[in-house]
Nanobody
Framework: QVQLVESGGGLVQAGGSLRLSCAAS????????MGWYRQAPGKQRDMVAT???????TYGDSVKGRFTISRDNTKNTVYLQMNSLKPEDTAVYYC????????????WGQGTQVTVSS
C-alpha cells in the first residue's frame, strides 16, 4: 500500500507560479512512476506530468514549457513547479504513483485545489 499526500495548492493570479509537493509513504520501495493529474469540474482527469528514474519526464501538451516535474527519492517526494499559470489550469491536482509489479494500478492522493484568476 502506498499513501500520497499533496500540498501547495492555492489561489494565484494569471502569470503567477505555484509549487506542488506530493509525499509518499508506506510501501515506497517499489514505486516506479509518480505523476500529476488534474480534473476540472465536469471534466475527465487528465495527465499533467509523469516521472520515473532514468527516463525523460512526460508532460501533457497544455503544460509543456510551463510546468516541471521533479523527484527526490531520498524524501519520497515528487514536485510540480507551475509557472506562467493560466485560468484554464484551474483544477484539482492529484498525485499518483505506480509500483514495479503492477504499473496498471495507480495510487492516488486526495488532491489539492489550484485556482488561477484572470
Amino acid at each position: 500500500q502506498v499513501q500520497l499526500v499533496e500540498s501547495g495548492g492555492g489561489l494565484v493570479q494569471a502569470g503567477g507560479s505555484l509549487r506542488l509537493s506530493c509525499a509518499a509513504s508506506g510501501r515506497i520501495f517499489g514505486i516506479k512512476t509518480m505523476g500529476w493529474y488534474r480534473q476540472a469540474p465536469g471534466k475527465q482527469r487528465d495527465m499533467v506530468a509523469t516521472i520515473a528514474n532514468g527516463v525523460t519526464p512526460t508532460y501533457g501538451d497544455s503544460v509543456k514549457g510551463r510546468f516541471t516535474i521533479s523527484r527526490d527519492n531520498t524524501k519520497n517526494t515528487v514536485y510540480l513547479q507551475m509557472n506562467s499559470l493560466k485560468p484554464e489550469d484551474t483544477a484539482v491536482y492529484y498525485c499518483s504513483a505506480t509500483e514495479f509489479w503492477n504499473t496498471e494500478h495507480l495510487y492516488w492522493g486526495q488532491g489539492t485545489q489550484v485556482t488561477v484568476s484572470s
